[in-house]
């Protein structure tokens, strides 16, 4: 499979050496004789080339980018940089995501690629101003820090055109839990070059049925058992939703698909997760951990902030439904379906939101990172469907980002919240995160609602706000941020 991840930013970086035909001084050159010459600024470039190149590669974020041959241009007084030049970039030309130059290169504009800089002085100020004018992408930084920044954004961008989803569906225009969902898929690939497949997903069941629960099934699930801290689950069923899994990932390669989401309503009401006894959580739970956008429900909007979570972070990120816990209550007051809500264990001081969903992940401390610990529970009172139990509680205060985007896939709501206890539930839709929300966990659902959002929320450890601020500056999306 071809992760979107693993995608890197080719940057070309160009040295342009301007070399006088002669000595001379004036009002904007100066400097003894011996250093105006043609051969001594000749010289005197292509030492400075080569340091440029060992500097960048000292410096530049290369698990973000892919540092392409540098080329060596020069051009003289009359400002102009001959064909014959530009001929030193043509080989690659068609690779090239962004151009790194050292100084101004007349012309580069007619190019048509991004174009950065990486300088203190003036210069980079006019030229990034001019190339934007022109309609050009164009970037400023004043050193490695900010550069690197900007390479992350543009890595993430290439990262989200390079996303196909396999969309299993009931194939209506929006799921029937998730109304804001976002439907416009032509939009989505305009904007963002996300690709899709629709698909009914009861062609899932060929998959399903050409996988057996063989030897390399059983020692999978035997591993994710003995693995556990405790299990509630028997080895028999926990193969049922590995199967599940990996005739996913056989449909996903069929399909050139890097990305997945799947109704839950609709599956659950055609009764073949009963008649096989699985449910998807598991799967969704080991794609985020494989670094690939996997969500619940068919929800287009929350996977939309998944993926741009992931990309950016290299996170794994839990996704779950939005419980408002009033102070001082233990019981959720809730008209129409009061048995899809347990009651926290705790009361707390202050209205606090709930996150609950099974669908917790292990390596929300980031893929380098080792994964928590978990538990394997049931989702069903029967006894089957395996999902993960990880406490996301473990850390005190722990700072976390929610997110979720419009129903248009224009627009991301993002807010700040710290971690207050986590609960594991006997079955269904577990575990519960508790959180303290900066500006009210009451307020933050009315603006979810009011702003055209939605419910679910992706979340990701520690505070990304201002990263995915300029994120959506480069991809193509505005942040709206909560507190």
């Avoid at 920044?149 to 225009?173: D, H, R």
């Avoid at 629709?198 to 057996?212: E, G, L, S, W």
């Avoid at 419009?406 to 700040?416: D, F, H, I, L, Y």
Wanted: proline residues 5%; contains cysteine.
């Amino acid at each position: 499979m071809k992760y979107a991840m693993d995608v890197k930013v080719n940057v070309k970086p160009v040295f342009s050496n301007l070399v006088h035909s002669d000595w001379w001084e004036g009002p904007c050159r100066v400097g003894v004789r011996e250093e105006g010459t043609p051969e001594f600024e000749r010289r005197v470039g292509k030492e400075q080339f080569q340091t440029w190149r060992e500097e960048l590669l000292a410096n530049l974020d290369l698990t973000r980018c892919n540092l392409m041959e540098p080329a060596y241009l020069e051009f003289n007084e009359s400002f102009t940089v001959r064909d014959s030049e530009f001929d030193k970039l043509a080989p690659d030309a068609h690779e090239v995501d962004l151009y790194l130059i050292t100084y101004r290169v007349p012309g580069i504009e007619r190019l048509g690629k991004p174009i950065s800089m990486i300088n203190l002085g003036p210069t980079p100020i006019d030229l990034i101003a001019y190339y934007r004018e022109l309609g050009l992408d164009a970037y400023m930084a004043h050193d490695y820090q900010e550069y690197n920044a900007i390479l992350t954004n543009l890595q993430v961008k290439k990262a989200v055109a390079g996303t196909k989803i396999l969309i299993l569906s009931n194939c209506e225009q929006t799921p029937a839990s998730v109304n804001t969902s976002c439907s416009d898929l032509v939009g989505l690939f305009k904007r963002y070059g996300i690709r899709n497949n629709r698909i009914d997903f009861r062609q899932i069941m060929k998959y399903f049925d050409a996988v057996p629960a063989d030897d390399g099934i059983r020692r999978e699930a035997r591993e994710l058992v003995e693995g556990a801290e405790k299990s509630g689950v028997s080895e028999e069923y926990v193969c049922n939703d590995l199967r599940l899994f990996h005739a996913v990932r056989r449909m996903m390669e069929d399909y050139d698909c890097n990305a997945f989401t799947i109704p839950c309503k609709e599956l659950c009401a055609s009764r073949l997760p009963q008649e096989h006894k699985f449910v998807p959580c598991m799967t969704h739970s080991l794609n985020k951990d494989d670094r690939i956008p996997s969500a619940c429900e068919e929800d287009l909007a929350v996977w939309m902030a998944m993926m741009m979570m992931m990309y950016l972070t290299r996170q794994s990120v839990f996704m779950g439904n939005p419980v408002l816990v009033l102070k001082g209550s233990k019981t959720p007051e809730q008209l129409g379906m009061p048995k899809l809500l347990t009651q926290p264990g705790v009361a707390f001081d202050r209205d606090v939101l709930e996150i609950h969903h099974a669908v917790p992940v292990r390596k929300m401390n980031g893929y380098g990172r080792p994964p928590q610990a978990y538990e394997l529970a049931p989702f069903t009172t029967q006894g089957w469907g395996t999902h993960y139990h990880v406490d996301m509680g473990e850390t005190p205060d722990q700072v976390v980002t929610f997110g979720r985007f419009n129903r248009a896939g224009t627009k991301m709501m993002v807010a700040v919240g710290r971690t207050l206890g986590c609960e594991f539930r006997p079955v269904y839709c577990s575990p519960a995160v508790y959180y303290d929300v900066e500006g009210g966990a009451r307020e933050f659902r009315q603006a979810l609602a009011n702003g055209g959002y939605g419910h679910h929320q992706a979340v990701v450890y520690g505070n990304h706000v201002k990263a995915l601020q300029e994120l959506g500056k480069v991809v193509g999306f505005q942040v709206e941020y909560f507190h």
